[in-house]
């Protein structure tokens, strides 16, 4: 049952378990990932999943838990939180298809979702390609919560021609990192 | 915070927007710091001339970045990105964290 308390990642094993039943899949991605990561340091009010089944077969489902479709977002009445299926294939810069890494149980479903380091280059995409700093900042309050792979991130930016902008991440992760000890 | 490295605080604001950024034009660098378009502009021409700064027209406005020619682009913008970090955190959030990713249309902000 969803209701206003209804969390983002309770939300989305709801709606991974309606999909499975109906026989698809969904892996979440964006801010909703990073609202999970960083036990809502940032909080994001959407949930992106991204999903190689037909949009009309989505919507079928997404009415079945009382949701509404609203142009491409999916609003429920009893949560502010709204749900898109962007277009897929899941991608991270040049890196496309990229396999989602992370999952995480909620009682006996599992939410696939980006690992928090597929989640720190997917926010540092926006940093380095739109200049976007709140997702600078976003990628930092993952890597202080969790534990990501920092020489694969290091690797990833060498590869996307962003090597100064990733000193620009370390930089402030070392900074933030300082303050909080 | 260092005006005196670029002259005055004007231009250390139109360079520390570039620098956080990328590119930026006169009316929105003269918004996020409350200045006056003909302060900010003036300082933007100063800085292209002197080829530090370049220009591109889109639509109506110039679109300034940092010369890509400049020798000292690298440590110039290195520079700045410190002095970035040392911005209290009020004034990042205030001048420095302009959503730059684009939000599909009708979609609310988060």
Redesign the interface.
Known sequence: MINAKTTRLQLAAEITKALEKNGMSAVLVG?AVVSIYTDNEY????LDFISSAEHKKIAQVMKTLGFEAE???FCHPNTNL?VEFPSGPIGIGDRVPVKPEGQIKVGNITVILFSPTQSTMDRLS?FYF??????L?QAVMIALKQPVDFKEIKKWSLEEGMG?KF??FM??YK?KLAKKE | MYSAIFGNETAEKVLLYLANYGEGHTRAIATTFSLSTSQVYQQLIRLEKEGILVAKPVGRTKVFTFNPRLAIRKPLIALLEDILLLVPPEDQKKYFRDRRRPRKTGKELS
């Open positions: 801010g909080e994001s009010k959407d142009g491409k977002n709204s926006w739109n200049n976007d700093r709140q997702c900042d100064s000193e620009v930089n402030t900074n």
